[in-house]
């Protein structure tokens, strides 16, 4: 097994790994395996694969030249295809030579893995970044399995078409053999794009999708990837945060809100905070017995889109502070820098409501850590947009349409006066998913597509 990704959790370096990279780590663990991925570092003139090992894993590290990578990073991967994917093709900026650099990165990640692998070796892509790095491989005589998933959102077809290049990266696709997206919307929605596209057809295969086009023949499967309540639940079984603690103090007997998201024109954060502002203006009481938090880590903030978000967050957030706090206390507390898991593993655990409610998103964990964290006897209500791949199965949250603020701020309303009974009702079902989609069965599915047949 080897695994590509642009970025990678290195013990070396004091990486805390999200689930995705611990699982990664158990499958190529059992194997034997490497993980390639980007250094960190920026090539230096003759620098070659960088080789680390931790146990029985591979690290191996690709430079890459300091223009080349923001041009494919910043550039085509985050200002071209990151909008289209999440159906925001306005927000989509294209300049000259991104394509070309996100092209020679897919290559050198290419060569990276060509010199790494051996005959028989499989090959696991992951996500946008590496949308071409099939056809690469094959170019360079790789003949064994290869495999992409994609974490986030595949775009409807009148959104794909609009990428100059929608035809290159269709070819391309079709050098994979299984490509794993979130959702069954996305699956249908991938398969048509690429379909229509190259003028393939589309025929059901082994419980997912194939499209034949280009002369290659790929097999798209649904693979929702979860989360590790068992982890989760051990963060709980360590001592809080001095500055939790002190957040609990100060919110006790108040409605407690959260939001956990990176600072991302996706993740919908300002119509969250118009709707939490909204239902404050139908009762200013409420300003007194509740606090909302958003946790939003800024990121990307070279892209003049999340420069943008950030600012708009900003000035609602200082506007319903100003309109409904006082001097002695605030409905509303932004938090504009990253919390460790354990901090937010007990936020999560003693929030009332959770409000996930992204414009688009592939997945969205936060919904499922949040029904993770909380207590099954006493739980809270979740709030999950229609629009993350988590309401696909999530059925029992409260579901909701982010740009509708007026559906938004009577579902909090709902979810402050819903009886214990609804709530552990609802939570029953929710921890069922959770259960059933935790990471690693997500990994022992999706290697079973990657086993040769």
């Known amino acids: 097994m080897i695994a590509v990704s642009n970025r990678i959790s290195r013990p070396a370096k004091g990486a805390s790994p999200g689930g995705l990279a611990q699982a990664l780590s158990e499958a190529l663990r059992g194997s034997n395996g490497m993980w390639i991925g980007w250094s960190g570092d920026f090539a230096r003139p003759g620098s070659d694969l960088e080789i680390e090992r931790d146990g029985d894993i591979t690290f191996g590290l690709v430079d890459i030249a300091e223009d080349t990578y923001h041009r494919y990073y910043e550039g085509y991967a985050n200002s071209v295809l990151w909008p289209l994917f999440h159906s925001r093709p306005d927000l989509a900026e294209r300049t000259p030579g991104d394509f070309a650099a996100y092209r020679t990165v897919n290559a050198e990640f290419a ?25 690469a491989l094959r170019a360079r005589g790789l003949a064994g399995t290869i495999g992409l998933f994609i974490h986030i959102p595949c775009p409807p077809l009148d959104v794909f078409r609009r990428l100059a290049e929608a035809r290159t990266i269709v070819r391309a696709l ?93 993740k919908g954060i300002p119509n969250r905070l118009l709707a939490y502002e909204r239902h404050l203006e139908g009762d200013r009481s409420r300003a007194g017995s509740t606090l909302f938090t958003q946790i939003a880590p800024p990121s990307r903030e070279a892209v003049a889109a999340y420069a943008a978000v950030r600012t708009e967050v900003e000035r609602i957030t200082g506007r319903i502070v100003g309109a409904f706090g006082d001097l002695a206390s605030s409905p509303l507390t932004l938090l504009t820098r990253p919390l460790d898991r354990v901090g937010v593993a007990h936020m999560l655990a003693n929030a009332d409501i959770a409000m996930v409610t992204p414009l688009a998103d592939g997945m969205n964990l936060v919904a499922k850590e949040f029904v993770a964290a909380q207590d099954p006897h006493d739980p809270g209500v979740l709030v999950l947009s229609k629009y ?66």
């Open 111 to 135: 060569d990276a893995v060509a010199e790494a692998a051996q005959p028989g070796d499989t090959i696991w892509v992951h996500d946008y970044h590496f949308l071409i790095l099939a056809e």
């Open 174 to 266: 079709t050098a994979f053999d299984t490509i794993a997206v979130q959702t069954r919307r996305d699956a249908a929605r991938l398969a048509e794009c690429m379909a229509a596209t190259a003028e393939g057809t589309i025929r059901t295969s082994r419980g997912g999708l194939r499209v034949d086009a280009c002369g290659g023949s790929v097999h798209i499967t649904v693979k929702p990837i979860g989360t590790q309540p068992a982890e989760i639940r051990r963060s709980l079984e360590t001592a809080r945060p001095a500055e939790v603690e002190a957040y609990l103090a100060r919110a006790a007997g108040r409605t407690k809100l959260i939001g956990v998201d990176r600072l991302d024109y996706s």
């Open 388 to 453: 993350a791949g988590a309401a696909e199965e999530m059925v029992d949250a409260l579901i909701v349409d982010p740009h509708d603020l007026d559906e938004m701020a009577a579902a909090i309303t709902a979810a402050r006066t819903m009886s214990r009974g609804e709530r552990r009702e609802r939570h029953r079902s929710l921890a069922a998913v959770v259960e059933r989609t935790r990471i690693e069965r997500w990994l022992g599915s999706c290697l079973k597509d990657l086993a040769p047949s």
